[in-house]
């Protein structure tokens, strides 16, 4: 309730600012350098332009390849609100012409990050000294080996200069389009898409990857890596299955208006259809949404249904159905988004919903069933756009599968 009452005080006080007759001052076009204080020696630096669209402001907000716009920002008086695309988050504070100061806020999971931002043609790292070494390639990397619940990943980077851009892959997704420098033996990469803030730190050598991946100031995870061009994490398409006793996929839950969907309903009998487990809080299951829409856009037709099932942390079932509401209307999804669970995105309770599955492992998750109602195939996680080449390999792949579903 504390934490609550707070956001209440926050945004009151940043939006009460304004003076009869005081107008807002005009922020700087152009470049701008943003960043999110994750501890007390660490920041986590993006870049961004600012440009006005009917006197509006809009953000473009830049990790490697990645570009976000960002075009939902109200200010009154020297306060400025700047909701993020798609998500919950929002950035809250106030502002003169060159500088922005505030906080990252996500309600629902009570957190908040201190900002800031400034104009100027700046770096997103800035470096004193050339690279020493190369992180080009392959690395077989483990997160948390420090404790009783260690995590592998591949990490896939590519280096110029100093510059690096490449992500983590997990079994489980990917963690962004990372962008960064190596100055001298110390390497820096990091990542801001308006749900995630992550911050990579590590000193590298020839063969070795040692440091610290920081989400947000909530949560800490040492990492060591090694160079390995062999290394692979477990296929995609082994890690979740139906439970014994089980041949068949079943659901029940409400869409916006109330009323309960399953796949017993008229609409998918005799149909192709493909569920997907998801959160509109989760920028992996955005990823896939928009491939999805996307997919159906170039490739229609009626034997093949998609329908979402939503594992959303915010707090009331009014909050969530709004996330999903802005979700289809951001990416225009065309089919229908079912509430599965409100006020936590645990997924030892996800699965409590799901009986038939043996674990609910990642958000995203995609269960292919073909016109006989039958499981052919589980996928856990999805490689996103910053994965390269394993994005287009899961692309065929994905393209394959369902042509097989649809004329077999």
């Not at 390849?65 to 700047?82: H, M, Q, R, W, Y």
């Not at 149909?271 to 490739?299: A, R, S």
């Not at 093949?304 to 707090?315: G, H, N, Q």
Request: aromatic share 12%.
């Amino acid at each position: 309730m504390q934490k609550t009452f707070f956001f209440i005080v926050v945004l009151s006080v940043l939006f009460s600012c304004k003076q009869k007759g005081q107008d807002s001052p005009k922020l700087v076009e152009g470049d701008w350098l943003g960043q999110l204080q994750v501890s007390d020696t660490e920041v986590l630096p993006f870049n961004f332009t600012l440009s006005y669209l009917n006197d509006t402001p809009v953000i473009k907000m830049y990790n490697a390849d990645e570009v976000i716009t960002v075009d939902e920002i109200e200010t009154k008086g020297d306060s400025i609100l700047i909701q993020m695309p798609v998500f919950e988050g929002y950035i809250a504070g106030i502002f003169s012409a060159d500088v922005i100061t505030g906080d990252f806020i996500k309600e629902s999971l009570n957190r908040i990050v201190p900002f800031s931002a400034r104009p100027g043609d700046l770096p997103r790292f800035s470096t004193n000294q050339d690279a020493s070494v190369d992180v080009s390639g392959v690395w077989e990397t483990y997160f948390d080996y420090d404790t009783d619940a260690p995590y592998a990943a591949k990490g896939i980077f590519e280096q110029e200069g100093n510059k690096v851009m490449g992500t983590f892959r997990t079994k489980t997704g990917d963690y962004r389009y990372l962008e960064g420098v190596v100055e001298g033996d110390s390497l820096k990469l990091s990542t801001f898409d308006g749900a995630h803030a992550f911050l990579f730190t590590a000193k590298v050598s020839d063969s070795t990857l040692e440091g610290a991946f920081y989400s947000g100031n909530h949560s800490v995870e040492k990492f060591r890596a090694n160079r390995n061009a062999d290394f692979e994490l477990p296929d995609a398409n082994t890690l979740t299955y139906l439970n014994e006793g089980y041949d068949s996929f079943e659901f029940s839950f409400p869409n916006a208006d109330g009323q309960m969907v399953g796949l017993k309903d008229g609409e998918y009998k005799d149909k192709v259809v493909l569920v997907q487990i998801m959160g509109t809080w989760c920028p992996n299951c955005l990823d896939e949404t928009k491939f999805y829409v996307d997919y159906l856009k170039k490739n229609p037709n009626e034997d093949l249904k998609i329908v979402a099932l939503a594992f959303e942390y915010a707090k009331t079932e009014e909050k969530a159905f709004e996330g999903i509401k802005r979700l289809k209307e951001r990416i225009d999804v065309p089919y229908p988004i079912l509430l599965a669970q409100y006020g936590t995105s645990n997924k030892i309770k996800a699965n409590e919903k799901l009986p038939a599955l043996n674990h609910v492992l990642s958000y995203p998750t995609t269960i292919y069933i073909n016109k006989a109602g039958k499981v052919k195939k589980i996928h856990t996680g999805f490689n996103g756009p910053a994965t390269g080449e394993k994005h287009e390999s899961f692309k065929r792949e994905f393209h394959k599968t369902v042509q097989e579903l649809l004329t077999g």
